[in-house]
């Protein structure tokens, strides 16, 4: 069994920074890919960024060079570094854990960025 607790959301004014971690339990971070994923209200899941297990990071273009993913698989956690926030970045923010036979998800962490 497989958990994903997040924290450090919360409230920023846009170009300000937050920074969100997940913490894993059990044995299979270290092979598994790790996901940041948001939802706004009203729209779809959407993957924000996530890392490969050699610690490869893809970005969607819109958090290009604002945001920043690592993992610490000694810690079992990932993080997400969010910087220049802006109000279209206002979601859920939700953590997720795959391998071949595993799709797990945290409950998620409210990140809300006023303008």
């Known amino acids: 069994q497989v958990q994903l607790v997040e924290s450090g959301g919360g409230l920023e004014q846009a170009g300000g920074s937050l920074r969100l971690s997940c913490a894993a339990s059990g044995s299979v971070f270290s092979s598994s890919t790790m996901g940041w994923y948001r939802q706004a209200p009203g729209k779809q899941r959407e993957l924000v960024a996530d890392i490969t297990i050699s610690g490869i990071p893809n970005y969607a273009d819109s958090v290009k060079g604002r945001f920043t993913i690592s993992r610490d698989n000694a810690k079992k956690t990932v993080y997400l570094q969010m910087n220049n926030l802006k109000p279209e970045d206002t979601a859920i923010y939700y953590c997720?854990?795959?391998?071949?036979?595993?799709?797990?998800w945290g409950q998620g962490t409210q990140v809300t960025v006023s303008s």
């Open positions: 997720n854990l795959k391998t071949l036979f595993r799709d797990s």
